[in-house]
């Protein structure tokens, strides 16, 4: 095949070359590689990834075309924080499925998401600490035989929303209930609503979202999973995590956090 050691070796030291530039995620890794705090200020601005379909922590209001929620608000205060008003917050719809990628191509610098940190997406995005904490619910209409997890069998449908914690968690749950996914949480509940499926499954606080948009819906079973939500921000951005991190404490010790959150959330 090679006519010669040399060209041998020339073609393993340009297979080595081509295998590096590909780790390093080819022509693109001087851009993807630059650190994304000093980008956020030379910009003067920080773009965040925010849901647009889930009531109380992102959607988008039709009337007025902002987005509002507790992302929204939380990640405003938290911009203040750490910028004053020397960077401008702008935000980028995301969804469950989009959302580490969007990141990880730099679409947008942090996600404020309803994501849950896990082991699998730590390998993936780097995360700052809890800063709410959720339990993945069923939501059912109300009079509905399904009265919590036990009731989900063979020959029922669970509506869940793709790229979620809460389609992966059902199935290893309730492994004889069938499984349908959705591209979004709009999606999803719309799906319910015309009967594709008997539940659906996600976190409580967007459940709750749902059955204040329609009161004919209720959360039944109480929560079976713990979902503590991070920010992420694009691997080995420590110091983008530390500066979030410490707004984020200032927040919770000025109180400015708690009155964010009871804007929203309803204990
Ligand atoms: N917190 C869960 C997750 O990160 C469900 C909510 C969502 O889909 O964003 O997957």
């Known amino acids: 095949m090679f006519k010669n050691k040399k060209t ?26 630059k650190d994304v705090l000093a980008q956020i200020k ?14 109380l922590f992102g959607l988008k209001n039709p009337s007025t075309g902002e987005v509002e929620g507790f992302d929204i608000d939380l990640s405003k205060a938290l911009a203040e924080e750490m910028f004053g008003s020397d960077v401008k917050p ?37 995360f ?40 992966v968690n059902i199935r290893e749950k309730a492994p004889e209930t069938q499984v349908l996914e959705y591209e979004n949480y709009a999606e999803a509940f719309t799906a319910l609503k015309s009967n594709k499926g008997d539940a659906l499954t996600t976190d409580d606080a967007i459940l709750y979202g749902m059955a204040e948009e329609d009161p004919s819906y209720e959360l039944v079973g109480g929560t079976f999973t713990e979902e503590p939500y991070g920010i992420a921000v694009k691997k080995g951005n420590k110091e983008l995590v530390d500066e979030l991190n410490k707004a984020l404490k200032s927040l919770k010790d000025s109180g400015k956090y708690d009155e964010i959150k009871s804007k929203w959330i309803k204990e």
Request: some cysteine.
């Open 8 to 33: 041998f070796k020339m073609a393993i030291v340009s297979s080595m070359a081509a295998l590096m530039l590909a780790a390093c995620g080819g022509g693109d890794s001087k851009e993807s590689s």
């Open 42 to 55: 030379d910009e003067k601005k920080i773009v965040f990834g925010v849901k647009h379909d889930t009531r």
């Open 90 to 126: 702008e935000y980028k719809e995301v969804t469950s499925k989009t959302r580490v990628g969007l990141l990880n191509n730099g679409k947008i610098d942090a996600v404020v998401a309803t994501m849950t940190i896990n082991e699998e997406r730590k390998k993936e995005v780097d």
């Open 128 to 167: 700052t600490d809890v800063y709410f904490d959720a339990g993945q619910s069923l939501l059912v209409k109300k009079g509905s035989k399904i009265k919590g997890l036990e009731d989900l069998k063979k020959g029922t449908k669970v509506l869940a929303v793709k790229g979620s914690t809460s389609a």
